[in-house]
Nanobody
């Protein structure tokens, strides 16, 4: 089970930190990803982190502003979002995959329910 938290309403230029708590003893073996979906748009890849946190990859639209991290002792993955823009407004989801190279939602197995992020201009 994956449960996201930390979403909310923020002004442009502000910051939010999302968290995704994962239950299950095999959490530390998963590659974890963050996706987002804006109204009327496809779910899009945001960032991914490998099982031990040593490798990360970001979508071009968030690179340099967002940081993905994980704390395996707490079974939690984070997404620190800085310099937020109105176009970052979306429901944000975390998900698990066994394929580090997966950048499409179809490559991910288990999903959280999502958390809403709204950035006002």
């Amino acid at each position: 089970q994956l449960v996201e938290s930390g979403g909310g309403l923020v002004q442009a230029g502000g910051s939010l930190r999302l968290a995704c708590a994962v239950s299950g003893r095999t959490y530390s073996t998963y590659t974890m990803g963050w996706f987002r979906q804006a109204p009327g748009k496809e779910r899009e890849f945001v960032a991914v982190i490998n099982w031990n946190g040593e490798n990360t990859f970001y979508a071009g639209s968030v690179k340099g502003r967002f940081t993905i991290s994980r704390d395996n002792a707490k079974n939690t993955v984070y997404l620190q979002m800085n310099s937020l823009k109105p176009e970052d407004t979306a429901v944000y989801y975390c998900a698990t995959t066994s394929n580090w190279y997966a950048r499409d939602s179809r490559g991910y197995d288990y999903w959280g329910q999502g958390t809403q992020v709204t950035v006002s201009s």
